[in-house]
């Protein structure tokens, strides 16, 4: 079965520093790869996705992430975090005819001033 | 572009009342929608997954005959909790995607709707 994980449950990092989250998926066949963000009780906002072609790619907000096929990882970066940045974030991998998504449990961004 | 509406925002109801709730593709065409709940600092559960014209797909454990889904139209699919109980009380997200045979790979989600049972 398919799997995605999120081995950091919080992040803390300071205004202006360099933040990368992690993701690790578990997929038998070529994956399409997906980050969100989530707000406090909002949605989710697609920062970026990956499905085939150059393996870093570049999203939404600042938000990259590099596909490593050897690492089963899809780590998302920024180099320089915002305190709009606070959110929680998701990793997310398709699977099944049916496409749908498998998530991660998350990571929750606190920025400090 | 790929945006998608949900209907209430939050909703508080007695127990035992019904709840309906509303998600719209508004500048696309959904071929499929996806209903998720997602309980406090925990990630989204997949409840269904319907296509439209067709009977939704539950997941396990998911009873469809409390939630009832609806996707009558390209651009709108229905959630209705019937006979809420306090225990149904989470935030419900919707999502919505195009043809994948089209290239349209990507789920694009609702605000949520929070539901509080009484």
């Known amino acids: 079965a398919q799997s995605v994980t999120q081995p950091d449950i919080h992040i803390t990092v300071s205004e202006g520093a360099s933040l990368e989250l992690r993701c690790n998926y578990s997929?038998?066949?070529?994956?399409?790869l997906f980050w969100y963000v989530q707000s406090p009780g909002q949605g989710l906002q697609l920062l970026l996705k990956y499905f085939s072609g150059d393996t870093l790619v570049q999203g939404i907000k600042g938000f990259e992430a590099e596909f490593k096929r050897s690492q089963s990882s899809f780590n998302l970066r920024k180099p320089s975090v915002h305190w709009s940045d606070a959110a929680e974030y998701f990793c997310a991998v398709t699977s099944g005819s049916a496409r749908q998504l498998t998530f991660g449990s998350g990571t929750q961004l606190t920025v400090l001033p | 572009g790929a945006v998608v509406s949900q209907h209430p925002s939050w909703v508080i109801c007695k127990s035992g009342t019904s709840v309906k709730i509303e998600c719209r593709s508004l500048d696309f065409q959904a071929t499929t929608m996806f209903w998720y709940r997602q309980f406090p600092k925990q990630s989204l559960m997949l409840m269904a997954t319907?296509?439209?014209?067709?009977?939704?797909?539950?997941e396990q454990g998911v009873e469809k005959d409390k939630f009832l889904i609806n996707h009558a139209s390209l651009t709108l699919s229905t959630l209705t909790v019937t006979s809420a109980h306090p225990e149904d009380s989470s935030f419900y997200i919707c999502?919505?995607?195009?043809?994948?045979?089209?290239?349209?790979?990507?789920?694009?989600f609702g605000p949520g709707t929070r539901l509080l049972v009484l």
């Open positions: 319907s296509n439209e014209g067709s009977k939704a797909t539950y």
């Open positions: 999502s919505a995607r195009g043809n994948p045979l089209e290239g349209q790979e990507t789920q694009y």
């Open positions: 997929y038998g066949a070529t994956p399409y």
